[in-house]
């Protein structure tokens, strides 16, 4: 079985795509498959990986699986083979998906449904969902049934952190499904008060083992530059790498239940 974990935090500058490369990164490193799906309309994971000739390329993509069921096992001939991990880019036909869907039947489950053609080829599967509350990342909540929540730790965001807990209740509650908020990535965390008290809220949120600090590192942004995660990139940050392998060990112990 894939186990399949959504990256989503609707506030911007929460660190969602850096996350979501890392991590796959992480997966990666310890040997396993992993599949990176962009969801984003901004693509910016899909940029970050250098595949941006893929983002306004005139053929099927993402957006032609989700909005026609009927097109749902192309998903197969999206991907992006890589050397550290594959992806699905995103495509700029994205930014239609939310208002094509809205008069679809079973609008919140098309990913589900499109993710359901390669069940197994992967060991884990990353969505880089959009950075709002709209179908789209409804469609990764539903279809992964994980998330992992990126944050810095800034009192501005309790508040976008409370409307995502909402947003997870409402679809649990709307589709008798449980939907585990499986840790929370604290990013660019400083030495000061603020960082201190919202790593604390943080910890009575998800427990002591369920928050992991990534520091602001000038070598997160290179690799991002050099199209790779920490993991291959040429410079070496032991804390950070040591940080994104102990989550990716908490993620197959998951995958192991």
């Not at 595949?51 to 999206?78: C, G, H, K, T, W």
């Not at 790779?228 to 040429?234: D, K, N, T």
Request: hydrophobic share 40%.
């Amino acid at each position: 079985m894939t186990l399949r974990i959504a990256v989503s935090n609707q506030k911007g500058g929460a660190g969602k795509t850096t996350t979501a490369i890392n991590v796959a990164g992480a997966l990666a490193h310890r040997g396993h498959d992993v599949l990176l799906v962009d969801l984003d309309p901004q693509g910016h994971s899909t940029e970050a990986l250098d595949l941006d000739d893929q983002y306004e390329i005139d053929a099927p993509s993402m957006f032609d699986a989700l909005v026609n069921i009927e097109q749902r096992d192309i998903i197969d001939s999206l991907i992006c083979h890589r050397e550290e991990f594959d992806v699905v880019p995103s495509h700029v036909d994205m930014f239609r998906a939310e208002a094509q869907l809205t008069t679809e039947r079973r609008r919140e489950e098309r990913l589900q449904m499109v993710l359901g053609e390669m069940e197994g080829e992967y060991d884990f599967l990353l969505v880089d969902c959009p950075p709002n509350l709209g179908v789209l990342t409804d469609n990764a909540l539903l279809a992964t049934g994980n998330v992992l929540i990126p944050a810095q730790p800034r009192t501005s965001s309790v508040r976008a952190l409370e409307i995502l807990f909402d947003q997870i209740e409402a679809l649990e509650e709307t589709y008798d499904v449980e939907i585990r908020q499986v840790a929370l990535v604290a990013n660019e965390t400083r030495n000061d008060s603020e960082t201190e008290e919202m790593l604390e809220w943080f910890r009575d949120v998800f427990g002591g083992d369920g928050v992991y600090e990534i520091p602001t590192r000038v070598a997160l942004q290179r690799a991002w530059n050099a199209g790779v995660s920490i993991f291959e990139h040429e410079e070496s940050l032991p804390e950070v790498e040591a940080e994104y392998e102990r989550l990716a060990a908490a993620l197959e112990e998951i995958a192991d239940e």
